[in-house]
């Protein structure tokens, strides 16, 4: 993001004058320089600010450029420029008296992928995009894949949180699934192989599995959905005829599944769904109070989220899926045929024409 030339521009000397006079609007803004900018603020260099609209967010943008300086002698002189980004948004539209200030939401940072926050979300996409878009009906009438991970509660309580183990369909076989779009992480994980297949048949230990994929199957039972495909447990490893045969198919287990669950890019299958610390300590809320009013209402100010979209680490199952739900690096972020969304509602507020090649690519 970068601030445009027709957004207003102040010097941050003025900006803090205003505000020790007075200013409610500028003792806002400089809370939030102070917050999320501290070294800016400290530094002696000269400041400038910009303000604009993105994705339906205030950007707040803090500009400082150093002195000229002489890189070696006979060549030009540049400057370093610095640039910090605050989005400032409400989070209730009737608390806010400031029209300037957009309604929008803030994302949670949950302990856990069993959260409320985030299987209510889920659910809402899932369920509006069942109900009124005609190009992502769930295409039941094909065939499962060949081997899928069967999930159940588990009856010995919290030391196996649920029972898991390798089913082999039958041709005809009809059920809803969920692909798992991961990271080929580089430290050994649990595989099937002609050696254990027999075994994973019977049951597979949930302490032997990863945490990105004990996270996976804990969010989509969770969802109601008993079934899950995961490539390295679902394909025997060392049977050349199976990866063939297996590898042929695999566009059709995504295209045909429920949708499918992405995992963050770059984090090996250690890692889990979750992204701990990502996000903390970013948000600050701000009271303020209108001055026509005297009512107190609340700014939220933060350091803005990764909205586009990230090299993930396997592109082709995205595009193959049609439904992509994947946990990213600070909030949910959805992508169906027909729709892209996400926690905050800052991909909503996208341009649509920003999204069709993705969807074309779906169709």
Known sequence: ?????????????????????????????????????????????PFELRMYEE??????????????????????????????????????????????IPTMHDVPHPESVSSPELLSQARQWIAGCEASHAACVSPLSFSLPKRLVQIQRSPRG??????????????????????????????????????????????????????????????????????IWIDCLCVVQDDDADRREEA?????????????????????????LLRRGVGEGTTLQIAATDERTSKRFYITARKPLTHQFETIDNEKERLLSTRFLRFGPQELIWECRQ?????????????????QSNAALRR
């Open 339 to 355: 729709t892209t969304d996400c926690q905050c509602g800052g991909v909503a507020q996208k341009s649509e024409a920003q999204f």
């Open 248 to 272: 042929a198919k695999m566009p059709a287990y995504y295209w045909n599944s429920y949708f499918t669950l992405g995992a963050a890019s770059g984090a090996d299958s250690s890692a889990g």
């Open 55 to 100: 994705r339906g967010f205030l950007i707040l943008a803090v500009v400082s450029r150093n002195p000229p300086y002489t890189k070696a002698r006979g060549e030009d002189q540049t400057r370093q420029t610095r640039q910090t980004l605050i989005e400032l948004f409400s989070q209730d539209y009737e608390s806010c008296l400031w029209s300037l």
């Open 158 to 227: 919290k030391h196996d949180k649920f029972s898991l183990r390798l089913l082999e369909t039958k041709p005809g076989d009809i059920d809803r699934y969920v692909c798992l779009s991961h990271s080929r992480c580089m430290n050994p994980i649990i595989t099937t192989q002609r050696r254990n297949v027999d075994l994973h048949y019977a049951a597979i230990p949930w302490d032997s599995l990863p945490k990105t994929f004990q996270d996976a199957i804990q969010f989509v039972f969770e969802l109601g959905i008993g079934l």
């Open 1 to 45: 993001m970068k601030p445009t030339a027709s957004g207003p521009k102040v010097l941050l000397g003025d900006l803090l004058q205003s505000a020790e006079a007075g200013c409610p609007g500028c003792g806002v803004l400089v809370k939030a320089i102070r917050h999320h900018a501290p070294e800016q603020i400290r530094s002696p260099e």
